[in-house]
């Protein structure tokens, strides 16, 4: 039992039984402990849900970010279309996660919270209408026999307390005996409290057995009482696992994505856009766009004019370029791969011309100096002309006297659109005027 008693008797430990007094409060507990279970795993979904959609979002401004970076980089042919596909894995996936962000919240934390509304409600006081019903029940089924237990206790301490007067007087008797100083009445009066002593233990035994019989008696009852009230509160606790145990299954089916056959299906195409990249095919294009498959207008004798003595103009030198035709190019495949940029690479503008190449021969028509010895065919009241700015994504160093020099990051000002050869006509900030390739810019938003 939970009483302690007196150190001359001993001290009985009390238990954690749930037929203790007032034990059954734990059972109670659980029903305000299944409520805030439902916030908290209200909670969990919601933070899942906030994860799923950051992930989301990373991925499209991923996918956005490096889309831009290929389509702009070097990268051609087969293997091109390969990375794009990598990209439009993410963006595909992306999709997905905001599909598994909106199952959570819209059907899973919704589903929740309405179950949580209807299993507990809430009182003036602050508890649940569910708990006090528990305490109540709890309550009325022990307060018979606690009450016959409180008896018990008192009778106990009776009996016990009349035991420890009776050792006390038999011990002052017998130390009676042997003092001389002692009359004889005052030797009958310690005889006769041993005598008082010893009815008072038999008394009181009496009624401590007595109250233990009643309690016992009563044991069954307040049992079966108990029991009745401890199983409706396990039912009520049955259907909250049960709920959760749905939702929880729910929650899997809707992160799981391997179930989903557009999930499957993003990585099926995945690999087979992967699959299709051929690199002898993107070699065969790169030589018949960019090498040795290429058209030449290999230099010839040419008369002398004067018109040679001027540096070529701009529309003169886009006619030259005109003049190079790209034939015998051979594809394969059911489409033919097309030229990602209109001249040439971004990444083939940056390379250095051969060792054999020179400004300085005869024959070649652009030629740093003209014949005249001007330096930039551009610079006539180029200054005076609006543009737009616009800002360099590359390096770019200008292989001829009339295109312009700039680092990645450099802001100048663009004052003719991009022709058919792929080049702008752009000023710098210190008022140089000049040809850069159109692909190595972006426009300043």
């Known amino acids: 039992m939970s009483v302690t008693y007196d150190d001359s008797v001993g001290v009985e430990v009390s238990s954690d ?5 007032g034990n059954y409060k734990r059972t109670v507990r659980r029903i305000d402990d299944g409520h805030r279970l439902c916030s908290d795993l209200m909670g969990c979904l919601h933070e899942r849900a906030r994860i799923e959609k950051a992930y989301a979002q990373q991925l ?9 970076l ?11 279309k390969a990375w794009m596909a990598v990209l439009t894995e993410a963006e595909r996936v992306s999709e997905l996660h905001l599909e598994v962000k909106a199952s959570l919240m819209n059907e899973d934390f919704e589903k929740v919270k309405n179950w949580q509304k209807e299993a507990f409600h809430k009182q003036m006081m602050g508890s649940f209408k569910e708990s006090k019903e528990a305490e109540d029940g709890f309550r009325k089924a022990q307060k018979p026999w606690a009450k016959k237990l409180k008896e018990v206790e008192a009778a106990k301490k009776a009996y016990h307390t009349a035991c420890k007067e009776e050792k006390l007087a038999v011990s002052r008797e017998s130390s009676s005996k042997a003092d001389p100083a002692l009359n004889p009445e005052q030797l009958k009066k310690l005889q006769d409290k041993v005598e008082k002593c010893k009815q008072d233990v038999l008394k009181t035994k009496e009624k401590y057995e007595k109250a233990l019989t009643e309690l016992d008696a009563g044991t069954p009852q307040y049992m079966e009482n108990m029991e009745q009230v401890f199983e409706q509160c396990q039912q009520s606790e049955e259907k909250r696992l049960r709920f959760f145990r749905e939702v ?13 056959p557009s999930y499957r299906n993003i990585y099926r195409d995945l690999e087979q856009s992967i699959k299709v990249a051929d690199a002898v095919e993107d070699l065969r294009w790169f030589r018949a766009n960019h090498g040795p498959g290429m058209s030449m207008n290999w ?19 886009k006619k030259a370029a005109d003049g190079v035709t790209l034939t015998g190019i051979n594809q394969t495949g059911d489409q033919p791969l097309q030229n990602k940029h209109s001249s040439m690479s971004s990444y083939e503008k940056t390379q250095p011309y051969p060792a054999d190449w020179s400004d300085d021969e005869p024959n070649n028509p652009f030629s740093s100096t003209d014949a005249n010895g001007d330096s930039n065919p ?26 312009l020099s700039f680092k990645a990051g450099d802001e100048l000002t663009k004052i003719e659109d991009e022709d058919e050869q792929g080049w702008c006509k752009g000023r710098l900030d210190n008022g140089e005027v000049g040809l850069y390739p159109a692909n190595y810019v972006e426009a300043i938003q």
């Open 299 to 317: 230099p010839q004798f040419e008369e002398w004019s004067a018109d040679l003595n001027r540096t070529l103009s701009r529309r003169e030198k």
């Open 248 to 260: 929880l299954l729910e929650v899997q089916k809707h992160l799981d994505l391997s179930t989903v």
């Open 17 to 21: 039984s749930f037929w203790e007094v």
């Open 70 to 80: 290929v389509d702009k980089g070097p990268q051609y042919g087969t293997v091109e």
């Open 378 to 403: 551009f610079e006539e009241d180029a200054t005076s002309v609006p543009g737009v700015r616009v800002r360099a994504l590359y390096d770019y160093e200008g292989q001829e006297q009339d295109e």
């Open 60 to 68: 499209t401004e991923w996918a956005r970010r490096w889309r831009q």
